[in-house]
């Protein structure tokens, strides 16, 4: 199914979101590699999130619900 993954962060520079193909039962650390292989560039530290929570990377994305790549933050 394809999928929107908005993007956040310095991940934005690459445009405001991105279209995927993912296969039902796609976890989140796939979807991260595939969205670093569209991207044309690494994603590392990055997460995905949904509309209701930060997906650990074995978590099965969910069909429905909006999804978000949000990049590593540091700050003190």
Known sequence: MTRVIELYGRLKESGERVELELP???TAAAALQLLG???GRGVEG???AS???VLG????IPES???AALPPV???
């Open 24 to 26: 039902a039962g796609t």
């Open 37 to 39: 292989q569209k991207l």
């Open 46 to 48: 990055a997460v995905l």
């Open 51 to 53: 509309e209701s929570a």
């Open 57 to 60: 990377a074995d978590e099965v």
């Open 65 to 67: 619900q909006r999804l």
């Open 74 to 76: 540091c700050g003190g």
